[in-house]
């Protein structure tokens, strides 16, 4: 996920101010059900393609959907010019963190995989620290405790160690998201550092040729012997088009119109959704204690990420 500073323009009539929140709560909640939806066509489409060819069609196909948009729009040239960067960027914002979520997804349930992805604000924030030296204060302090140890609650029980057994391929699917979660952390902080004030649709587009050319060798090394479904290409060309090429526009319109602040909330819509989605459509138990580990997950990330903070360390920074 990466983000961009762009002008805007307020029209000096109110009624389009006064349509504004709306707007941008429709695009909130549209994000969150196409993002949430991505783990439900991943599982579907890696059952039949694997991991690295499931990724490697998600990416190709969101390139071939955003690439046509943006010379539309006139940003051939921007994307000539920072070609280098958001190639890189795109290994990190999507090659890599699709990969490990579909190999997640081959073990462990759609849900668990969203809980875990609402951990990468938290990566951001450790990254952030390392690469910008931007040191969390108090309150993201004890955010970021708070959320890795949801975390490591939930690790432990999916993994079954609480048990005294040990699920490896289970803790290996935990390991898996997790990884990828540091490879969105890495891109946010690549992002802001090689491509502050690029347009939002070329680093979204060269962010998808990228990882297109970074998964295309393995992903024909180990294409399936066997010709997938067409139930499993239909998910694929979901996942490519709706969960990728257009809530990436959803997303950057997001932080357009609302500021990078509320477009970071969806984190909290992903995991809802997606519980949602496997339970009524590949009949996926929801535990208590994943609500339970979700919930604290959830209270880390907002403190972590400055949503929320505490009243008494509000009150002592002022």
């Known amino acids: 996920m990466t983000t961009t500073n762009n002008n805007t323009h307020v029209a000096p009539s109110p009624a389009p101010a006064a349509l504004a929140p709306k707007a941008w709560l429709i695009d909130l909640v549209l994000l969150g059900a196409l993002w949430g939806a991505s783990f439900l066509f991943m599982r579907i ?6 991991a690295l060819p499931t990724a490697a069609v998600r990416v190709a196909i969101a390139a071939l959907f955003l690439l046509p948009i943006a010379l539309l729009r006139g940003q051939g040239p921007s994307i000539a010019q920072h070609w280098k960067a958001s190639l890189t960027v795109g290994i990190f914002n999507s090659g890599m963190p699709f990969a490990l979520f579909c190999f997640a997804l081959l073990t462990i349930n759609t849900g668990l995989a969203a809980v875990l992805n609402a951990t ?7 990254v952030a620290w390392a690469w910008f030296r931007e040191r969390p204060n108090g ?5 970021l405790v708070i959320g890795f140890a949801g975390v490591a609650m939930l690790a432990s029980r ?12 289970a803790l290996w699917a935990v390991l898996a ?8 952390g890495i891109s946010a902080s690549a992002t802001r550092r090689y491509l502050a004030g690029v347009p939002a649709l070329t680093t979204a587009t060269g962010s998808q040729i990228g990882a297109s050319l970074f998964l295309v060798l393995p992903a024909i090394w180990l294409w399936p012997a066997q010709m997938p479904s067409l139930r499993a290409w239909l998910a694929l060309l979901a996942l490519g088009i709706a969960c990728t090429g257009v809530a990436y526009i959803l997303f950057f319109r997001l932080i357009e119109r609302a500021g990078p602040a509320r477009a970071l909330t ?5 995991p ?9 459509f590949l009949g996926e138990q929801i535990t208590q204690w994943m609500l339970i580990c979700a ?6 990330v907002a403190l972590s990420t400055g949503i929320v903070k505490l009243p008494s360390l509000r009150k002592a920074a002022s």
Do not use: D, K, Q, W
């Open 295 to 300: 919930f604290v997950i959830v209270c880390g």
């Open 177 to 184: 998201c997790l990884a990828a979660c540091l490879c969105y």
């Open 266 to 270: 969806v984190t909290f819509l992903v």
């Open 139 to 143: 309150s993201r302090l004890v955010g």
């Open 45 to 50: 489409g890696a059952a039949e393609f694997g």
């Open 272 to 280: 809802v959704f997606a519980l949602f989605y496997g339970a009524v």
């Open 120 to 126: 990468t604000p938290m990566f951001g924030a450790l």
């Open 158 to 169: 999916s993994a079954g160690l609480h048990a005294g057994a040990s699920n490896h391929a």
